[in-house]
């Protein structure tokens, strides 16, 4: 008997979702944004993430000095802190865009980097 008086052991549970067969939230999610209509800000939000990961990986300086502010029909948009770190995003956007396609479902054909100005 279970902790809450139920007599059903796990075992019990698992037969219940058995025939359902379980699917990963997150393969679930880019259907269910579409459906709702936030395809484009899901896909936004995982670009930052792989940007993020990509940065820190490729050009740990620049962690926290840059990040993607746009991502819209293939095109991710960069902005630096400070004219040093975009060059650098620049003279290896090769590299960068090649990280950023492996951690990426979308697709990605550029990368253009700006200089914050406030």
């Known amino acids: 008997m279970s902790r809450d008086g139920d007599s059903r052991g796990a075992g019990d549970r698992d037969s219940r979702t058995a025939g359902r067969g379980l699917e990963r939230l997150a393969d679930l999610l880019p ?20 940007w993020e990961k990509v940065i820190a990986e490729k050009v740990p300086a620049a962690s926290g000095s840059c990040r993607l502010v746009a991502f819209q029909q293939g095109v991710a948009s960069v902005e630096a802190d400070e004219p040093i770190v975009a060059q650098e995003l620049r003279l290896r956007a090769p590299e960068l865009l090649t990280a950023l396609r492996a951690n990426m479902t979308a697709p990605l054909r550029q990368l253009r980097v700006s200089v914050r100005h406030v």
Do not use: K, P
């Open 31 to 50: 259907e269910a944004a579409r459906q709702l209509g936030l395809e484009d800000q899901f896909e936004l939000a995982a670009a930052m993430s792989a």
